[in-house]
C-alpha cells in the first residue's frame, strides 16, 4: 500500500527528492513518516507530515531540520520528502510509513525502502 521511490546517488550538497504513493483510503491513516537506517545504525525517523488534516502539519529530526521538507499531494496520494544539502551523513536506506494518527507514533503500514547514497 506504500510505495517510495526517487532515491539514487547524488554528492554532498545536492539534492533529491523522495516520493511515496500510498494506496487505500485516506480514513485508514492519518500522516505519512519517513525514516532512514544505515548500515550499523539504528532507524531514524526523519520527519512526519498528517495527511487528514487541512493544514498537513509537519515535524523533523534535528539532524534534518532546515534542509528536508515534507509535502504532500493528496490527489495524487503522495507524500514527497525534499531533501537539500545533503550529506554522507544521510546515507541509508529510506522508508515511508503510515501512521494511525497525526503525530506519526503508532505505525501501522511500511512500505519498501529507497537507497540513497551521499558521495563524491
Known amino acids: 500500500q506504500l510505495q517510495a521511490s526517487g532515491g539514487g546517488l547524488v554528492q554532498p550538497g545536492g539534492s533529491l527528492r523522495l516520493s511515496c504513493v500510498h494506496s487505500g483510503s485516506t480514513l485508514d491513516f492519518n500522516a505519512i513518516a519517513w525514516f532512514r537506517q544505515a548500515p550499523g545504525k539504528e532507524r531514524e525517523r526523519v520527519g512526519c507530515?498528517?495527511?487528514?488534516?487541512?493544514?498537513?502539519?509537519?515535524n523533523y529530526a534535528d539532524s534534518v531540520k532546515g534542509r528536508f521538507t515534507l509535502s504532500r499531494d493528496n490527489a495524487k496520494n503522495t507524500v514527497y520528502l525534499q531533501m537539500n544539502s545533503l550529506k554522507p551523513e544521510d546515507m541509508g536506506v529510506y522508508y515511508c510509513?503510515?501512521?494511525?494518527?497525526?503525530?506519526?507514533?503508532?505505525?501501522?503500514?511500511w512500505g519498501q525502502g529507497t537507497q540513497v547514497t551521499v558521495s563524491s
Open positions: 510509513a503510515a501512521a494511525i494518527d497525526s503525530q506519526c507514533r503508532a505505525l501501522r503500514t
Open positions: 507530515i498528517a495527511i487528514s488534516s487541512s493544514d498537513g502539519r509537519t
